[in-house]
């Protein structure tokens, strides 16, 4: 499957992106969708993911309650709403898609087998 994330840009500490990630190529709706983030200097860390159906999502502790993602397998899409966002948030965010399987963490990179080329996310005054 391809990913195509989008969305991402400039906004100041407490506003508001959507970034999508739009899946081609293979069944979107087999696959697990995953966010990550990576600052310059800093190791890619998880954000959020979402199961094939969307009915279970897992967020890292810092974002709970500021993010959601969402998914709408008949677009092909995978949304992440983020609100308040905070300075240190400053990232390129990535979309990655990896196969059911209940043995690995939803948040090991590790399992993600197809990756988005990213959309970079800058909170600043």
């Known amino acids: 499957v391809q990913l195509q994330a989008s969305g991402g840009g400039m906004v100041q500490p407490g506003g508001s992106l959507r970034l999508s990630c739009a899946g081609s190529?293979?069944?979107?709706?087999?696959?697990?969708i995953g966010w990550f983030r990576q600052a310059p200097g800093k190791e890619r860390e998880f954000v959020s993911s979402?199961?094939?159906?969307?009915?279970?999502?897992l967020y890292e502790d810092s974002v709970k309650g500021r993010f959601t993602v969402s998914r709408d397998n008949t677009k092909n899409t995978v949304y992440l709403q983020m609100n308040n966002l905070k300075a240190w948030e400053t990232a390129m965010y990535y979309c990655?898609?990896?196969?059911?399987?209940?043995?690995?963490?939803?948040?090991?990179?590790?399992?993600?087998?197809?990756w988005g080329q990213g959309t970079q996310v800058t909170v600043s005054s």
């Open positions: 990655a898609a990896s196969a059911p399987n209940r043995y690995l963490s939803l948040r090991d990179h590790d399992r993600y087998v197809y």
């Open positions: 190529g293979r069944t979107f709706s087999n696959y697990v």
């Open positions: 979402t199961t094939t159906s969307g009915d279970f999502t």
